[in-house]
């Protein structure tokens, strides 16, 4: 077992720890741009579909803790349970119960050190870029469409004009499709533009080595059949019968 594994059975991967972390401060960042952004309401509109994205992973995530943990009273009344389930409801002045969320990341920083996580994190590092590609995904996505529609908002001939707009054109060149139905067509917009379509280049090649690494890679299993087979040529033992094998099969054939 890791070394980080063994210090906390509560804590699931390190990875998937830190990715709930990472969201729940995306979370959090969204409250305080919701009450910031309160008389604009095609800001808001984004940061609120981005919520709603949020809210079933964070749904899945008390489940799966649920589930898993080897006693549920002690995690539901214990480590903060409650607290995931009431921060994954879908209303805004609950989300605040996601800064427990935000504190179990901060206590594995803390409890493991920082050299374990990084050993931790490379070594599933296949599995951590998938959870890397997905938040980094949905921060071009929500900060794409924000500052793209605030740079078109008083662009003459502007096409991007609405919420629903803005997160159209960012995921589709985040995706690199490029429909080309909306584009910006202010300066600033166009700077945008290119960062998203470089992160969107970038994004998407990590997830295609991730699925080529998925599927290309020899399991675990036939990883340790290799290792043990190898371990096996190299005994001594194993090459003297192996050598008493071919001169008797050698006697046997004159």
Known sequence: MA????????????????????LSVLSIFNLIALFILKNDVNLRYVVGIINAILLPIFLFDFFYRFFTTESKSTYFFRKFGWADLISSLPFPRVKIFRLFRLWRVIRLILEFGAKDLWREFITHRAENALYTVFFLVLCVLEFGSLSVLAAESSAPNANITSASDAIWWAYVTITTVGYGDQY?????????????????????????????????APSAAEEAKEEADEADSNDPKAKIAELKRLIEAQEKAT
Not at 3 to 22: M, S, T, V
Not at 185 to 194: K, L
């Open 3 to 22: 070394p980080a594994a063994k210090k906390n059975r509560e804590l699931k991967p390190i990875g998937y720890e830190l990715f709930i972390g990472a």
């Open 184 to 216: 910006p067509v202010s300066n600033a917009g166009r700077v945008v533009g290119i960062f998203v379509m470089t992160a969107g280049v970038g994004l998407f090649g990590t997830l295609s080595g991730f699925l080529a690494n998925l599927f290309l």
